[in-house]
């Protein structure tokens, strides 16, 4: 049974360490995080087009980029995503059973509602200037509310209407909750030949001789990351590489991996995290009805 620990964490990026398992059971955390994990995103938005008449000013509702850019831009924007709250339209208890186009409630959508009005200057129309129709804690949150959405002159506005729905990455990218995972396998440093090792301890870097332990093992984590980029200062290519001959060196260690990923912002590290593994687990659980009732 894979065992899980948490490296690092928070908001919005992970470090895991994977121990008793394989590079595939790793990939498919990753995939899951990449692919499957719920998530909202804005789906669909309808924009108000023609003139207002304000404060003496005719305003249209035209604008530097086209809607569909636009459009574009806001299904990039994290919308905060409770899963708890909110369902897929398919699996909705009020509109699964109604066609496609008429879904849409309280429990599956979410509405942000956009009027703003340029300035001679030019005014940025951002994530903040969004509101949402409901609770105040669906609100775009404030470290997100700078992304630049358009700029509007005098004499230009916008006014649309956004829905973001629950959907997953395998259908469009703006569902991805994650981004930059990757995965490795863990390694330790091993001092192989203390003499020549000097090479390295002669360059005055971060680690020493002393960090390795007395069996000449080097474990803690972020120690070999750093080692391992210090590996470089002696590694191939460089003058010192033939004398040095891998005096220190890192040694995979097996069933052993580290996987990182960054969030958009639309959840917690942790809320996608656990998610991912629902979701594969979920998957595996199926899988194994399915080949019970086949067999
Ligand atoms: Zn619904």
Excluded at 2 to 11: F, G, P, Q, R, Y
Excluded at 146 to 155: A, C, E, V
Excluded at 270 to 286: H, P, Q, V, Y
């Amino acid at each position: 049974m894979v065992k899980i620990k948490i490296l690092n964490e928070s908001e919005e990026r992970m470090e895991v360490l994977l121990s008793e398992t394989d590079r595939s059971l790793a990939n498919a955390i990753r995939r899951s995080l990449i692919s499957d994990t719920p998530k909202m995103a804005i789906d669909s938005v309808r924009f108000q087009l023609g003139t207002k008449e304000q404060d003496d000013e005719i305003w249209e509702t035209t604008g530097p980029i086209p809607d569909e850019m636009v459009a574009q831009r806001l299904a990039m924007i994290p919308i905060p995503t409770m899963h708890d709250k909110f369902h897929f339209q398919n699996e909705c208890p009020n509109c699964k059973d109604l066609v496609e186009d008429d879904r849409g409630c309280l429990e599956c959508q979410m509405i942000y509602t956009c009027v703003v009005f340029g300035t001679e200057e030019g005014r940025w129309v951002t994530a903040g200037d969004m509101k949402y129709l409901g609770e105040e804690s669906l609100e775009i949150p404030d470290e997100y509310k700078s992304i630049p959405i358009t700029k509007l002159l005098k004499g230009q506005m916008i006014e649309f209407y956004a829905t973001a729905i629950m959907g997953r990455g395998r259908d469009h990218t703006k569902w991805t909750p994650v981004c930059g995972v990757t995965f490795q396998p863990r390694r330790i440093g091993i001092l192989k030949n203390k003499s020549k090792a000097k090479i390295l301890w002669d360059l005055d870097l971060e680690i020493t001789a002393k960090d390795f332990g007395k069996d000449g093992r080097l474990e803690d984590i972020e120690k070999v990351a750093t080692l391992e980029k210090e590996l470089n200062h002696v590694g191939e290519g460089t003058e010192e590489a033939r004398e040095f001959n891998d005096a220190v060196y890192l040694e995979e260690v097996p069933g052993e991996f580290i996987l990182s990923f960054d969030t958009d912002g639309s959840m917690s590290t942790k809320t996608a995290f656990e998610r991912a593994i629902n979701e594969l687990a979920d998957r595996f659980g199926s899988l194994d009805q399915d080949l019970a009732a086949t067999i």
